[in-house]
């Protein structure tokens, strides 16, 4: 008999539902009697209480189906220690409901963030196993998040839809790609859907070195340029300012993104017309792609097999293709980040793919 908590945590992304279906599948196949309480939005469901018993029904038919049946949102770390507007304590609400279900294991789905609390909980002493989902890709200790390749589809699809019409009119396009602080999501797409300028947030760009491959491509005969721009994209000059300040900077724009100073930039150097398209949330929506329901499937069963086995306290994460538990204290609060130095870039360059550097 076991008895197992799951919340799904943070902005949510394809094969949640595969995951938590992976777990309970793995358990339920392995024990007469299982327990599933399922928590309401995040760690809200957790703090607050909210939650209810699922069953195998509720694992049905979830393998294909994107967001999360749990619902989710998003609980900073900073906050998770600061009492909220009744003066509760959340960290202590979190255990309190833990032990009156008198849960053997919580089982939490989520990104950097949601990892941070997954180990704080560790910590206070429950058992918890996390598993690692984001299209960002930026979870350290795996090399692949589950939401990451779905993601990637939508937003190569976004930008082979741009080809067409960008190569009909001759523009330049801006296609600005989700990725919160990292580049994977923009790195992967760029490359796949053929974009000339990759630009990420890892490698800050210099203005003159962008306007400079626009050009090569208009004289060698090429009518259009296509973008891939990170949203957490940066400029050598803006690089160098303090937060403060780049938040100061940030003020004055509407839309709190790099793509329209970059596309005002370009416009004012090269003259030449340019539109911006932003895919945003499409890229985290719909059905997660196969690889995502293999992945998440391959981690939610391994999951389950920690859970049989008493041993607590990991993320379950895939190194090499192979399934790996990795001590939670050793990832949480680590970013993964590309490097320019990955090889990755240094052939994307090869290609003549510029980076603005
Ligand atoms: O972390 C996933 C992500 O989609 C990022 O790529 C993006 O920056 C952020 O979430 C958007 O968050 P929200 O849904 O809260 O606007």
Redesign the pocket.
Known sequence: MKRIGMLTS??D?QALNAAMRGVVKGLSANLDELEVYGFADGYKGLIYGNYRMLTSKDFSGILTKGGTILGSS?QPFKMMRVPDENGLDKVEAMKQNYYKLRLDCLVILG?NGTQKTANLLREEGLNIIHLPK???NDIWGTDMTFGFQSAVNIATDAIDCIHTTAASHNRVFIVEV???KVGW?TLHAGIAGGADIILIPEIPYDIDKVVEAIEKRTKAGKGFTILAVA?GAISKEDAKLSKKELKEKMKNYSYPSVSYELADEILKRTGTEIRITVPG?T??GGTPCPYDRVLSSRLGASAAKLILDNDYGYMVGIVNNKVKKVPLGEVAGKLKMVSPDDQIIQEAKLMGLSFGD
């Open positions: 943070g902005g992304c998003r990104g984001t299209i960002d989700m990725g919160h999501l949203e949330h890229q985290r």
